[in-house]
């Protein structure tokens, strides 16, 4: 189904949640639903850096996982300007096939998440390299980049052939953060990636961010560290304004 982009999303974006509603079913608690989001909306800018507000367990790291595709969403639309004729465009991530949300995942949007999820016994070069030898990249010019973020990022290249479930908790979120930033796509979700970090590689993630954003890149993310979500945030949507608990209350 074609789209037509300049109804559904707003010009210049990359990303735009239409009002969505999340609810999760507690079946180990007699299948109790939990509503957690409701008429959620908000849109990236190409450029901008969106943050996501609110305090634990506002709904912040579910708002990505619906938009990376982890969760699916009850009711609305998470639309991603894809750039893909089979779609006007845009395709909408709330009611994509599967097939299609991976394939956004490979071209269009990345994630850092705050743990790193890497295939056992792969060297850490290559678990970096990876995202871009997917998209066919060779593998040669792959592992240069991969090694010039890994430098960058304060990992000793002793420890680039080694896998990193073997490494610190501070190296392996710098790897995941290299391995999220490899791959220039439209569109980056970033969930915390700065929480393990000490103040050298908080301001490396801080430039590699503005040096993203000033190439257009939009980003949706979420900052434990103040002075990162005000050295890059452009906007906050404060997630408590959408959960419905609020709502009953205001």
């Not at 709904?59 to 779609?87: E, H, N, Q």
């Not at 990992?155 to 479930?165: G, Y």
Request: proline content about 6%; aromatic content about 4%.
């Amino acid at each position: 189904m074609n789209l037509d982009t300049s109804r559904t999303m707003p010009p210049g974006c990359v990303l735009s949640v239409q009002d969505v509603d999340k609810t999760f079913t507690l079946h180990l608690q007699g299948a109790q639903r939990l509503p957690v989001l409701r008429g959620l909306s908000f849109d990236v800018p190409r450029g901008a850096c969106v943050v996501l507000g609110g305090e634990s367990g506002a709904g912040k790291s579910t708002v990505l996982k619906m938009v990376f595709g982890s969760y699916g969403a009850d009711a609305g639309r998470i639309l991603l300007a894809d750039g893909d004729p089979r779609d006007g465009g845009v395709l909408d991530l709330a009611s994509a096939a599967p097939r299609r949300v991976l394939a956004a995942r490979r071209e269009t949007m990345g994630y850092v998440s705050q743990f790193l999820r890497a295939v056992p016994r792969v060297p850490a070069l290559d678990v970096v390299a990876e995202p871009l030898v997917e998209r066919g990249v060779a593998r040669e010019t792959a592992r240069e980049r991969a090694a010039e973020l890994l430098e960058r990022l304060s990992i000793p290249d002793r420890l680039w052939a080694l896998p990193p479930a073997t490494f610190s908790g501070g190296e392996q979120q710098r790897v995941n953060i290299a391995r999220g930033f490899v791959a220039e796509r439209p569109l980056l979700l970033l969930d915390e990636p700065t929480a393990s970090l000490d103040a050298r590689n908080r301001g490396v993630v801080i430039e590699l961010v503005r040096e993203r954003l000033a190439r257009g890149t939009g980003m949706l993310a979420i900052f434990h560290d103040q002075d990162v979500r005000d050295a890059v945030g452009d906007a906050i949507v404060d997630v408590r304004a959408f959960t419905p608990e609020r709502e009953a209350a205001a």
